[in-house]
């Protein structure tokens, strides 16, 4: 999450809200969020309900479940997702800014108006 800290402006400037699901229950995980001053959102999910619901992995040898990152747009589709193979697994913001730049360039209207021959 240190990743996310550092670089939240640029995704604010982009329109987009991060939400962090963690394997937690609500006291620990209000204790770390806390602790680590997280500027964004963060949720609960100690049954696991939200992980399953996205097809998070859980992998008890490597410590617990493994990283996934998944864009939703604002229609509620996904636009990408990332399924990592180990903790260390996780897209770079570089990575997932410029997927956001793609996003909002597919969404922009044509300004340039109709085609001429």
């Known amino acids: 999450?240190?990743?996310l800290r550092r670089d939240y402006?640029?995704?604010v400037d982009k329109?987009?809200?991060i939400l962090v699901i963690g394997p937690?229950?609500?006291e620990v995980f209000k204790y770390?969020?806390?602790k680590n001053n997280n500027p964004f959102?963060?949720?609960p999910d100690p049954d696991h309900q939200i992980a399953d619901l996205y097809g998070q992995t859980v992998n008890l040898l490597k410590l617990g479940r493994m990283p996934a990152q998944v864009i939703i747009d604002k229609g509620g589709y996904i636009r990408y997702q990332h399924f990592g193979d180990s903790l260390r697994d996780i897209t770079s913001n570089?990575?997932?800014l410029?997927?956001?730049d793609h996003l909002n360039e597919e969404s922009a209207p044509n300004n340039s108006g109709p085609v001429k021959e």
């Open 94 to 96: 570089q990575y997932v």
């Open 9 to 11: 402006d640029k995704f």
């Open 15 to 17: 329109g987009v809200e």
């Open 1 to 3: 999450m240190a990743q």
């Open 98 to 100: 410029k997927v956001f």
């Open 24 to 26: 937690e229950d609500e």
């Open 41 to 43: 959102i963060g949720i």
């Open 32 to 34: 770390h969020w806390e």
